[in-house]
């Protein structure tokens, strides 16, 4: 486990809520962001900021200078060739909808297929069904396992040689699930399809390595990591970034402009178009330090062992149904459930009555939701900052609730 003193460094979890000591579950939605980031960007605010690439005078270069620095460590983050082939965006649907409405729109026709799972967040669904139904072509899924797993073997069946997209996260935000992204990788290339990852629960959690992964693009937000929010990144081959047109235009962006006809930048600046987001990318940069100070392994290995030291206390909870693999292994550090005979939503209420923050609802995953045969779920969610401790609070606090509403009845 990690050293407890880790919750220090993060100064929104010095309080109490509602008369108690805060615990917050709730990371796969939003991370809390350690003092270090906070200071980045105070410090940006304070001494750097400026427009970035354009100006000539010190402020300019500073600004400049952090903000390409923060390209600099998300492309060792990620292990990128290239920070060519780094995309600063808005966040994990901004940038799946980068690939969809400039490389799917050039590169899906009328009768090609595109092959995404149950499992996926809303922003892993919609660009695609907008892409199929805008080119005629069809949304294929592949189905999952009874403990919320992906079968290679279901895989191989539905990708074919029609195949020309495969969008699959990396983890998901409701099960939990670690998906085998290479495999599936290769699988799809076996057929001619890019390979697009949905990474907003992994690139968080555990060590990404793109060029080991060898999948197409992958996307994720740094909110979900200590950073900010409206920051987040599109890694995308090189290759295939050069012949892709950009979909927002302006300045920044632009090499040449006419009358008539404008020319672009040269990766990566031609997919930014704008002023760009310079202190969320500064802050990015410092929560990168900040995750690779604690080293990306740990916190992998933190997660199990509360991920798996949760799924046993919950046994003592009686009439709680968990979704998702049993085994932690197999599991990223969210944990999805319900408890019998009461709504999620008052659930999450009465926890948060005692200062347990989780999440409730269909988590932006409503095809997942069907298919679980639930209208919706409690989920708590943990980072490097929770402790076996918060666990045991959350499991006295599922009891209460129990308890409550068994007397309310």
């Known amino acids: 486990m990690l050293n407890k003193d880790i919750r220090n460094h993060f100064p929104i979890l010095n309080q109490e809520i509602n008369g108690h000591p805060l615990v917050y579950l709730d990371s796969a939605a939003t991370s809390q962001k350690p003092q270090k980031v ?12 400026s427009n970035v690439h354009r100006g000539v005078h010190t402020l300019g270069n500073r600004a400049t200078e952090a903000y390409e620095g923060a390209r600099e460590k998300v492309r060792r983050f990620v292990n990128a060739k290239s920070t060519e082939e780094i995309i ?27 092959v995404i799972t149950h499992m996926e967040h809303h922003s892993n669904i919609i660009p695609w069904q907008q892409l199929a139904r805008a080119k005629g072509a069809t949304l294929n899924y592949i189905d999952l396992e009874s403990d919320g797993t992906i079968s290679l073997d279901k895989v191989r069946e539905v990708i074919t040689d029609r195949t020309k997209i495969v969008a699959i996260m990396h983890v998901s935000n409701v099960l939990g699930t670690i998906n085998p992204i290479q495999e599936i990788t290769e699988i799809a290339h076996a057929h001619g399809a890019v390979m697009v990852v949905d990474g907003a629960q992994a690139a968080p959690h555990i060590k990404v390595d793109v060029e080991a992964l060898d999948c197409d693009f992958y996307a994720f937000s740094g909110h979900k990591m200590g950073a900010p929010t409206g920051i987040g990144v599109l890694y995308g081959k090189k290759r295939l970034l050069e012949n892709m047109e950009p979909v927002e235009f302006g300045g920044e962006m632009i090499d040449f402009v006419g009358l008539q006809e404008s020319t672009w930048k040269e990766l990566p600046w031609k997919f930014e178009g704008g002023t760009p987001i310079i202190a969320g990318a500064v802050g990015l940069g410092a929560a990168i330090d900040y995750l690779e100070e604690i ?18 206390r919950f046994k003592d909870v009686e009439g709680l149904t968990i979704y998702g693999p049993m085994n932690a ?45 639930v209208s919706s779920t409690a989920r708590a969610s943990f980072y490097v900052y929770n402790t076996k401790e918060d666990v045991d ?14 007397d309310v009845v």
């Not at 080293?295 to 046993?312: C, P, T, V, W």
């Open 329 to 373: 292994d197999e599991r990223a550090g969210v944990i999805t459930f319900n408890l019998e005979g009461v709504h999620p939503h008052d659930l999450a209420t009465v926890l948060d009555m005692n200062g347990i923050a989780v999440r409730a609802g269909h988590h932006c995953a409503q095809p997942l939701m069907k298919w679980l045969d």
């Open 295 to 312: 080293g990306l392994d740990n916190i992998e290995r933190h997660e199990h062992e509360l991920a798996a030291y949760a799924l046993e």
């Open 393 to 406: 609070r959350l499991v006295d606090g599922l009891r209460t609730a129990k308890e409550y509403f068994s």
């Open 88 to 114: 600063f965006t808005r966040g994990t649907t901004t940038a799946l909808n980068l690939v969809a409405q400039s490389y799917g729109q050039a590169n899906v026709q009328e009768g090609d297929e595109i």
């Open 38 to 49: 906070i200071d980045a960007i105070k410090h940006y605010y304070e001494y750097e900021n």
